[in-house]
Nanobody
Framework: QVQLVESGGGLVQPGGSLRLSCVYG????????MSWFRQAPGNKRELVAS???????NYLDSVKGRFAISRDTAKRTVSLQMNSLKPEDTGTYYC?????????WGQGTQVIVSS
């Protein structure tokens, strides 16, 4: 059963923008945090941005001012707007939702920032 579906990845030139979307199924409930992670080849998975129920947001230092996480409750979607992309932003991006009792992960969407 697919619970998270990601889209929006692709190839983009440095300085360009992408918007990643993660649609979560109706079975995903009691959401505490919604986050985007990324993993570059040979590196550990790192937290890029998170959005909590109380409205607080947290960002990886290297993406502050460039990335923005948002949520559309009606559409059951969490998005990541990525602007001024840099080659070091390259990697596979994963949507993550933490509920009270369960963790949910997307399959990942690849982002390549290159000339």
């Amino acid at each position: 059963q697919v619970q998270l579906v990601e889209s929006g990845g692709g190839l983009v030139q440095p300085g360009g923008s992408l918007r990643l979307s993660c649609v979560y199924g109706r079975s995903v409930s009691d959401i505490e945090t919604m986050s985007w992670f990324r993993q570059a080849p040979g590196n550990k998975r790192e937290l890029v941005a998170s959005f909590t129920r109380d409205g607080s947001q947290n960002y990886l230092d290297s993406v502050k001012g460039r990335f923005a996480i948002s949520r559309d409750t009606a559409k059951r979607t969490v998005s990541l707007q990525m602007n001024s992309l840099k080659p070091e932003d390259t990697g596979t991006y994963y949507c993550n939702i933490e509920g009270w009792y369960n963790s949910y992960w997307g399959q990942g969407t690849q982002v390549i920032v290159s000339s």
